[in-house]
């Protein structure tokens, strides 16, 4: 076990590029997957397109798609780094599940919600912000959760394409010592130590706003 | 006669092929309770929807206090009104719900208080106090921190009440308060809406309580297959209804009282 406590301090940096990408993909993942959501409602014709899309997604792995845009993008002359090319795939591929969650939680108030507020004179912004926005979110977290766990593990096929986090460094670190138990498994202990701390995050928030 | 606080004029309103409310035309006065009553299907309620477009009406028009609801005429076109303007008009008209329909999510003085803070710009001293005195008149002091689902059927619906008398609305609507009611909390709702009723509050209630329409609408009016088939004063509609489907609806009703009374 004396390799992986030596090598810990560099699968930590590689941990750190881990949550790096998933935050950089799952804050406009989770923002875009809300738009969508929104946007459908009021204009239907949007719907068969974002369902188009999500078909998509929902039918290509993520790898295939990483790899896609990895020879597609310098084509097409958008040289964009490694990085910001796997956050954007990551971000476009998630949004399109999140905003199916949201959906499901707007889609899960009655309509007499939205009718007590209107009635009231409340504009469809605040009504959104304060009477719906908040229920249906509380209904959608536990799902948008399990997508943020999904996307978190998803960041580590980001390391086919050579950028690299934690998943890339553990591999580095076996190529090296010739030791892929212990790595692989702290590594495993360290993307699980992720996943688990944004569960508690999160339900923290529940009972705060519940 | 001075301008009605509420005007209706040849509503008509079809979902799909069905004509539900087939040219409604109704006046009511300041101050006035007006009770609508009819078999089911008969378009109260969808009438009463119209008021606030809630539901869209095809042909007619609805003014509250002299200003268009919905749609503004402009030369022979019906123009919709945008979203915002229909906010602004719908603070005016307060409407309680037969399933309560408060927000789950807050607290009885938030659901009191929201809409006075955002819409009527009330500062949230002013907001609070507004709701604690209506929470006061409705009996519910000591509930103001309480969710919904802590209170029972007849206190939601005294909460939804006060909530939209915290707009101070130029009307209240009534649809159906108290059918999801058990008997005993049926009382103390009718007793809240009796009271709005004495202090003047022009009110338009449907409902199938006969005797809370004997006893507080200034007016009856019976409707039955999206019209008006009669209207009068309570003691004329039901001591003496003119026509005979509305004898024939308020029979066993009249009857029943005939009993008791008699």
Redesign the interface.
């Known amino acids: 076990m004396s390799v992986a406590l030596e090598n810990l301090p560099y699968l930590l940096r590689g941990a750190g590029m881990t949550v790096l990408l998933s935050v950089a993909a799952a804050v406009p993942a989770t923002l875009a997957g809300l738009c969508m959501a929104l946007a459908r409602r009021r204009t239907p014709w949007l719907g068969s397109l974002l369902d188009g899309w999500l078909f998509l997604m929902r039918g290509i792995p993520l790898i295939v798609l990483l790899v896609f845009v990895y020879f597609l993008l310098p084509r097409t002359g958008l040289d964009l780094p490694p990085f910001w090319g796997v956050t954007l795939v990551l971000a476009a591929y998630y949004a399109a599940f999140m905003s199916e969650v949201f959906r499901a939680g707007f889609d899960a108030l009655p309509n007499a919600q939205w009718e007590a507020g209107r009635s009231l004179g409340l504009s469809e912004p605040l009504l959104l912000f304060h009477v719906i926005g908040p229920q249906a979110l509380r209904v959608a977290l536990p799902a948008h959760l399990n997508l943020c766990a999904s996307l978190i593990k998803g960041t580590s096929l980001a390391s086919v394409i050579g950028l690299w986090e934690l998943t890339l460094a553990s591999l580095e670190v076996v190529e090296r010592t010739l030791a892929p138990f212990p790595i692989f498994l702290s590594a495993a202990g360290i993307y699980f130590t992720i996943c688990f701390a944004l569960d508690r995050l999160a339900r923290r928030l529940e009972v705060a706003n519940g | 006669m001075a301008e009605p606080m509420l005007r209706l004029d040849s509503i008509e309103k079809r979902f799909g092929e069905v004509d539900i409310l087939r040219g409604v035309s109704l006046d009511v006065q300041r101050g006035e309770a007006v009770v609508l009553i009819g078999p089911s299907g008969s378009g109260k309620t969808t009438l009463l929807r119209c008021i ?1 477009m ?1 539901e869209d009406y095809h042909a007619g028009s609805v003014s509250l206090d002299g200003a268009p609801v919905g749609y503004r005429l402009e030369g022979r076109e019906r123009i919709r009104m945008r ?2 303007e229909l ?9 309680v ?1 037969q ?1 309560y ?5 807050m607290t009885v003085l938030a659901n009191i208080m ?2 006075p803070m ?2 009527r710009k009330l500062s949230r001293d002013e907001a609070e106090a507004r709701a604690r005195d209506l929470l006061l008149l409705m009996g519910l002091a000591d509930k103001a921190d309480l969710h919904p689902a802590q209170l029972s059927g007849g206190q939601q619906q005294r909460v939804a009440i006060a ?2 008398l915290a ?1 101070r609305p130029k009307i209240m609507l009534f649809d159906e308060v108290t059918s999801a009611l058990d008997p005993e909390r049926v009382a103390e709702v009718l007793t809240a809406m009796r009271q709005l009723a004495s202090e003047g509050m022009t009110m338009v209630v449907v409902t199938h309580e006969m005797a809370f329409a004997r006893d507080v609408a200034d007016r009856v009016v019976f409707m039955e297959g999206g019209l008006i088939v009669e209207q009068g004063p309570p003691q004329q509609l039901f001591g003496n209804p003119a026509a005979e489907r509305t004898r024939q609806f308020l029979g066993r009703f009249m009857n029943a009282e005939g009993r008791t009374c008699g």
Do not use: E, Q, T, Y
């Open positions: 606030n809630l979203d915002s906010a602004a008009v719908r603070a005016d008209i307060g409407i719900f399933s329909n408060l927000f789950p999510h929201l809409a955002k819409v909530r939209a707009m």
